[in-house]
């Protein structure tokens, strides 16, 4: 069965304490594996997109991996301001399917 | 260039009643997807309209519908309407849609209370 699942499902830091969340997918043919923020009350927000194994992408504290099977959001020295829930989500043929999410929050 | 525009923003309702959401995708943009968004289940897609047509649709009953106008707005409409329907909507818009592998740009939603 085609699924998206995402680790750990909450996360606590604290303010410096660098740390990665992991966005698993079995979905055959994937075109793109997709991350977001969504803050409380609001919808989700864009953060990167990526197409291939081995793709890379940064954006302030953020970097994204992709392998065949899973994708890494690394957040290096996080702020309070990190907080909110990270959504991954894949694109494979004509679905786009979102993970449960991982709930981070960040204490100063 | 204004953002996916979702109204109302808050909506109190009873069981057994209907409600219409609607949305206002980003200018230009033809494809409008809905999500139900719940602490439970996650985001779980409804379905998706480009140019005025269905052209996906999600594992919900029929009591979920939707349209979409020729000026790409869409609204989508919950019918006799039960307590488990309480969920955020959220209505997202791109170009082309989900076929395309674009991002998704999303609105704020719609806070649905089912009491």
């Known amino acids: 069965e085609d699924q998206v699942t995402q680790s750990p499902e909450a996360l606590r830091l604290q303010e410096g304490e660098s740390s990665s969340l992991n966005c698993s997918y079995t979905?055959?043919?994937?075109?793109?594996l997709f991350w977001y923020r969504q803050d409380p009350g609001k919808g989700p927000e864009f953060l990167f997109t990526?197409?291939?194994a081995g793709e890379e992408k940064e954006k302030e504290r953020l970097k994204a991996t992709l392998t065949k099977k899973e994708s890494f959001l690394h957040i290096t020295a996080p702020k309070p301001e990190d907080s909110a829930t990270y959504l991954c989500?894949?694109?494979?043929?004509?679905?786009?399917?979102f993970g449960p999410g991982t709930r981070l929050s960040v204490l100063p | 260039k204004a953002g996916v525009t979702q109204t109302p923003r808050y909506l109190i309702k009873t069981r057994g009643q209907q409600v219409t959401l609607s949305c206002s995708p980003i200018?230009?943009?033809?494809?409008v997807s809905w999500y139900q968004q719940t602490p439970g289940q996650g985001l779980q897609f409804l379905f998706e309209?480009?140019?005025?047509?269905?052209?996906n649709k999600g594992n919900f009953p029929g009591r979920f519908s939707g349209r979409q106008f020729s000026n790409s707005r869409s609204e989508m409409n919950v019918s006799t309407l039960e307590l488990g329907d309480s969920a955020l909507y959220l209505c997202?818009?791109?170009?082309?849609?989900?076929?395309?592998?674009?991002?998704?740009?999303f609105g704020s939603g719609t806070q649905l209370s089912v009491l």
């Open positions: 989500a894949v694109n494979y043929g004509q679905n786009f399917v």
């Open positions: 200018s230009g943009h033809r494809s």
């Open positions: 997202a818009s791109n170009l082309g849609g989900p076929a395309t592998n674009e991002k998704l740009f």
């Open positions: 990526l197409y291939s």
């Open positions: 309209y480009f140019s005025e047509t269905q052209r």
């Open positions: 979905v055959s043919g994937l075109r793109g």
